[in-house]
DNA sequence: ATAGGGTTAG
């Protein structure tokens, strides 16, 4: 507590080293404060000028906010709180030491008919939209306008900026207008806040026509530009301007470096951000922060494991292992690159974590099929308490697709209901990895909702979602539907055709397969190694092998692309299952890489077909030889020679794969009841509620074999082949 | 009293 003038003057000296300019004004401080005069805000009276410019010097001073309340309480004494100059600088100063609801305190206790002082209105702009309220920002300029204040050079870019960071354009276009009325467009700090905007709205012409009509340019308008470019991902007028401003003599400094190092990153010029990182650190002598944390990032992205270890010893030479977005980069380069050693001991290392170091983690751990851990993670964020650290999209979307990609469908769906449950809203990426568990559960009811639930986020248009969909209703047998939003499809790309094709081929629709083949070249859609394998393999289901072999062909001469091991696999199978083993044994023989367990294993296949014991043995032989779990091929040549009435034989395969310890993964088929997809297996009577379905099974048999129905004699060799026990009796026999 | 550059999910 206070008392008297002595007392204030004895604390001012206790927090700040006494400076001559410190005790010459505390005559002046002492004298004010005796006289207890209200002041107005704007005063020319030499005294009061001193004693406000003594207070705005110490609250500069001040590194507590102790000591800005204590200053605060002798400005309230001293009635020195009526001048705006210093109300301002109290607003920034709590602003600035977290304490925003001090700062509207000073804001609000200033009477109305003192308010006309810009500088005020400015610093409260500044301390909310320090504090991200772009809104409340916005609501405070209309009360600054409904009270008669007019906008200046200051009041301006804290505007734009506001209305770019929440990204409504509607807003962005009424704060355009209010600059183009006041005049304040080619006002340098004002335009380049409007080149950032329009930068940020992806509307570059509207930047470049703000940027032509600048009189005076700085640095920052010609960043402000690169980065806006960059950011559109337009790789040329980024170089172009960067050039540009070389040319017009404006040396770029780091920051304009930086832009364009992402550019390239952002467009996956990989090598050229290696050569322009090297670049940057000759020329200008140096790197920032960021730039080191984009070129980690794409270090990561494309595998660079020693290129990335290189740029870590750069970090910490370079003085950058502080920066939190460096060591979140670092996490995710050592996470992408399998080493979950360093990666999460970087993580414990750090003393700031923010969401995207905890995210940088979890992905990591989700990279590696790690799922369980990543969830582990997951949950202890969740727990953490910490408002800031709460789960994001982004999080929330690393764990399901972890869960996704491993093939855990349920604790995928799981997730992304209690995604929704947390109220937080899914996007693009989110129903993507969803969609994808759906289409390997099958489950279409779920999968149907989940397109609802797309639409209602007006996300269903959006390309990552449409793929997911098409491939979510092929995989799902509904070939109707994933046709119908592949043509509602504003824009497609390479996998929207390729899941068509493969939708297609998986059914066995070899016709439509092709047929949306040739469309795809139609349309100029150059085809990849994924289109060819499903393409091919749709042929040799269909049985069409002069299509199949026209289209390897034009694989090689028509698109230049190497045929890869699964091409001439597709090519053994389709020969072999059509009866030409000859042909399919010339693949073999000519591909330029040694055949690998499926080309061998097309090739057995073949020949249990057609019943080629001698083939057969060579393939199986090579199979067995390398070494692989290939159950199947043991019980392709089993049941071959059961076939050709070798029972020896095939029981001597059969029980060297069991000797083996091999299993084969048992073939399930499946059905959805309810949005419950139940499985089946083979000879498996034990599964509960399975009395039931072998009941009507019975009745049905029964009605079929009265009804002079011929059960297909091979029926029980079939259903062999996917249970073991069950062929071996049939070989013993 | 201002400003430009960055890291995470597919």
């Not at 939209?129 to 409340?136: D, I, N, P, T």
């Not at 764990?399 to 769906?413: A, M």
């Not at 949005?675 to 079929?704: C, I, R, S, W």
Request: glycine letters at 8%; hydrophobic letters at 40%; one cysteine or more.
């Amino acid at each position: 507590m206070l008392h008297g003038s002595k007392r204030i003057i004895s604390i001012q000296v206790r927090y700040y080293k006494p400076r001559r300019s410190l005790f010459l004004s505390s005559h002046v401080c002492s004298a004010t404060f005796c006289s207890h005069r209200l002041k107005p805000i704007e005063s020319d009276q030499p005294a009061e000028k001193n004693i406000v410019n003594l207070f705005e010097h110490i609250l500069r001073q001040c590194s507590t906010i102790h000591q800005a309340k204590e200053t605060h309480t002798q400005i309230i004494i001293t009635r020195s709180d009526q001048y705006a100059f210093l109300a301002a600088r109290l607003i920034t100063v709590y602003a600035q030491f977290g304490f925003l609801a001090y700062a509207k305190m000073v804001f609000q206790g200033i009477p109305i008919e003192h308010k006309s002082n810009l500088l005020l209105w400015n610093s409260m702009l500044r301390a909310t939209q320090s504090y991200g309220y772009f809104a409340e920002s916005l609501r405070l300029y209309r009360k600054m306008r409904n009270v008669g204040i007019m906008p200046d050079g200051f009041t301006f870019p804290l505007l734009v900026r506001a209305c770019a960071s929440i990204g409504n354009l509607h807003m962005c276009k009424l704060v355009h207008g209010h600059v183009l009325v006041s005049g304040f467009q080619f006002h340098v700090h004002v335009a380049n806040e409007l080149i950032g905007m329009f930068g940020k709205l992806g509307f570059m012409d509207h930047a470049r026509k703000v940027f032509d009509g600048m009189q005076f340019r700085s640095c920052i308008s010609w960043n402000s530009l690169i980065s806006g470019f960059s950011k559109n991902y337009n790789l040329e007028d980024t170089i172009n301007m960067f050039k540009c401003m070389e040319l017009e003599g404006m040396e770029p400094n780091l920051v304009a470096w930086t832009s364009l190092l992402s550019a390239h990153a952002r467009c996956g010029k990989f090598e050229d951000v290696l050569r322009l990182f090297r670049e940057m650190r000759l020329k200008r002598n140096g790197a920032t922060a960021e730039a080191v944390a984009v070129v980690l990032s794409v270090c990561a992205d494309f595998y660079m494991s020693y290129e990335g270890i290189a740029i870590h010893g750069y970090v910490i030479t370079g003085g950058f292992q502080d920066y939190m977005f460096v060591n979140n980069s670092l996490i995710c380069l050592y996470g992408k690159h399998g080493n979950m050693e360093d990666s999460s001991s970087l993580f414990r290392q750090m003393k700031a974590k923010n969401l995207i170091t905890w995210n940088s983690l979890i992905s990591s751990l989700a990279e590696a099929g790690l799922c369980d851990e990543a969830f582990e993670v997951f949950s202890q964020l969740e727990k953490s308490g910490d408002s800031m650290l709460q789960p994001n999209v982004i999080t929330w979307t690393t764990v399901i697709s972890g869960f996704s990609s491993k093939g855990r469908g349920n604790e995928c769906l799981d997730m992304f209901r209690r995604m929704l449950y947390a109220n937080v809203d899914p996007n693009s990426v989110t129903f993507a990895s969803v969609l994808s568990a759906c289409g390997e559960l099958a489950i279409l009811d779920r999968g149907r909702e989940i397109h609802g639930h797309s639409i209602r986020s007006r996300l269903d248009d959006n390309i990552l979602v449409g793929n997911g969909l098409i491939n979510m209703y092929m995989k799902c047998g509904k070939l109707k539907e994933a046709q119908i939003i592949f043509n509602k499809l504003g824009d497609r790309d390479l996998v929207s055709w390729n899941s068509m094709i493969a939708g297609y081929g998986m059914h066995g629709f070899g016709e439509d397969c092709l047929l949306t083949f040739r469309q795809m070249v139609e349309v100029g859609q150059r085809p990849d190694e994924v289109t060819f394998v499903a393409v091919l393999s749709a042929c040799s289901h269909a049985g069409l092998v002069t299509e199949g072999q026209q289209l390897f062909d034009q694989m090689v001469n028509m698109f230049s692309i190497q045929p890869l091991m699964e091409h001439y696999a597709c090519m053994v199978d389709l020969l072999g299952r059509a009866g030409l083993l000859q042909e399919a044994c010339d693949i073999v023989k000519n591909m330029p890489m040694e055949p690998n367990v499926c080309v061998w294993g097309a090739l057995l296949n073949s020949c249990q077909m057609y019943k080629n014991t001698d083939l057969a043995e060579v393939a199986a032989s090579k199979i067995f030889s390398l070494e692989t779990r290939a159950v199947g091929s043991y019980i392709l040549l089993s049941n071959l020679y059961a076939a050709c009435g070798s029972w020896q034989n095939s029981a001597k395969v059969r029980m060297l794969a069991k000797t083996k310890g091999l299993k084969k993964n048992p073939g399930q088929s499946w059905i959805e009841v309810q949005n419950k997809v139940h499985t089946f297996l083979a000879g498996n009577a034990l599964q509960p509620g399975l009395e039931e379905v072998y009941h009507v099974l019975g009745d049905l048999g029964l009605k079929m074999e009265t009804g002079r129905y011929i059960t297909d004699g091979n029926a029980e060799l079939h259903e062999g082949l996917y249970n073991e026990d069950k062929l071996m009796v049939s070989a013993n026999y």
